[in-house]
């Protein structure tokens, strides 16, 4: 939250806190009191008990979050959406972000489970879906043809209002280059209309993480951050020891498009390269 708030073209953080704390409802209205605070992220996929977020221990901090008005990001797979279906079923009104569009298995293909688990989680009204992190999941030799099928599931199941794009860079390095992702995702949405696809490239994570509620004016944090050849370069000059470390479980941030999310790590590093393009 202090990077962001020296960091002018951030919008609102997706941050941390630990919701099986005692204390953990007064720790999320402290942390709920900065306004560019958007929600929370358990690394649920990391967490060996796949029933974690079933747990009944973490009902005074999800309430907590409802009462604050923060986004709950589900980091999760196939194999979490049993409990992750409990939670939706036992905190009606809290907005449950699915990240990385469930993490379907595009290396084997089998992809049974993830639609019906899928159609399951977007029948709950309060979900909305990133549409993010699957090239991570496919192969090195993936296409636009292994990813298709997922996109146009998850936007059968939960409709382009709620989904919302997410370049999960650096991450995404690890298969193609931002650009081709991101053209990836403009070609496989184009069946997509106008609006339908100003919704999944911003609109919805602006609805979504309420930015304007921090009082920032979105014309003038794009006008803010620095161009792509830019991020470009700062991520070659700037990144490799975080993905060669693997620090990818930090805080994510939100650009007021709506596309980049940031680990605090890339923030940390980010700021250097910013203080070094203006020496």
Same mark, same amino acid.
């Given at each position: 939250?202090?990077?962001?708030?020296?960091?002018?073209?951030?919008?609102?953080?997706?941050?941390?806190?630990? %919701?099986?704390?005692?204390?953990?409802?007064?720790?999320?209205?402290?942390?709920? +009191?900065?306004?560019?605070?958007?929600?929370?992220? @358990?690394?649920?996929?990391?967490? =060996?008990?796949? $029933?974690?977020?079933?747990?009944?221990?973490?009902? =005074?901090?999800? +309430?907590?979050?409802?009462?604050?008005?923060?986004?709950?990001?589900?980091?999760? #797979?196939?194999?979490?959406?049993?409990?992750?279906?409990?939670?939706?079923?036992?905190?009606?009104?809290?907005?449950?972000?699915?990240?990385? $569009?469930?993490?379907?298995?595009?290396?084997?293909?089998? !992809?049974?489970?993830?639609?019906?688990?899928?159609?399951?989680?977007?029948?709950?009204?309060?979900?909305?879906? #990133?549409?993010?992190?699957?090239?991570?999941? +496919? /192969?090195?030799?993936?296409?636009?043809?292994?990813?298709?099928?997922?996109?146009?599931?998850? %936007?059968?199941?939960? /409709? @382009?209002?709620?989904?919302?794009? /997410?370049?999960?860079?650096?991450?995404?390095?690890?298969?193609?280059?931002?650009?081709?992702?991101?053209?990836?995702?403009?070609?496989?949405?184009?069946?997509?209309?106008?609006?339908?696809?100003?919704?999944?490239?911003?609109?919805?994570?602006?609805?979504? $993480?309420?930015?304007?509620?921090?009082?920032?004016?979105?014309?003038?944090?794009?006008?803010?951050?620095?161009?792509?050849?830019?991020?470009?370069?700062?991520?070659? #000059?700037?990144?490799?020891?975080? %993905?060669?470390?693997?620090?990818?479980?930090?805080?994510?941030?939100?650009?007021?498009?709506?596309?980049?999310?940031?680990?605090?790590?890339?923030?940390?590093? !980010?700021?250097?390269?910013?203080? #070094?393009?203006?020496?």
């Amino acid at each position: 939250l202090d990077i962001a708030a020296r960091t002018p073209f951030i919008a609102g953080v997706v941050g941390w806190a630990d %919701l099986e704390a005692p204390d953990a409802p007064a720790r999320i209205a402290e942390l709920a +009191a900065d306004p560019l605070l958007v929600g929370l992220r @358990p690394m649920a996929q990391d967490i =060996p008990d796949l $029933g974690f977020l079933a747990r009944p221990s973490l009902a =005074p901090a999800l +309430a907590a979050m409802v009462a604050h008005d923060l986004v709950f990001d589900a980091l999760i #797979k196939a194999e979490h959406i049993p409990a992750t279906l409990a939670l939706l079923a036992r905190e009606p009104r809290l907005t449950v972000v699915i990240d990385h $569009g469930a993490k379907p298995d595009l290396v084997t293909g089998d !992809l049974a489970a993830w639609r019906e688990g899928i159609a399951a989680l977007a029948a709950h009204p309060q979900t909305v879906c #990133k549409l993010s992190g699957l090239v991570t999941e +496919a /192969g090195p030799d993936w296409s636009l043809a292994t990813l298709q099928p997922v996109v146009d599931h998850l %936007l059968m199941t939960f /409709g @382009p209002q709620r989904l919302i794009f /997410g370049s999960d860079w650096p991450v995404v390095t690890l298969r193609a280059p931002y650009e081709r992702w991101f053209d990836a995702a403009q070609t496989l949405l184009d069946g997509c209309s106008e609006d339908e696809r100003a919704a999944i490239f911003g609109g919805t994570a602006q609805r979504v $993480g309420d930015t304007e509620r921090a009082g920032l004016d979105a014309a003038a944090l794009r006008a803010a951050a620095p161009p792509d050849a830019e991020l470009d370069e700062l991520y070659e #000059k700037f990144t490799q020891d975080a %993905l060669q470390a693997g620090v990818f479980g930090a805080p994510s941030y939100v650009l007021p498009s709506g596309e980049i999310f940031w680990g605090q790590d890339r923030l940390d590093l !980010l700021e250097r390269a910013l203080k #070094k393009l203006a020496a």
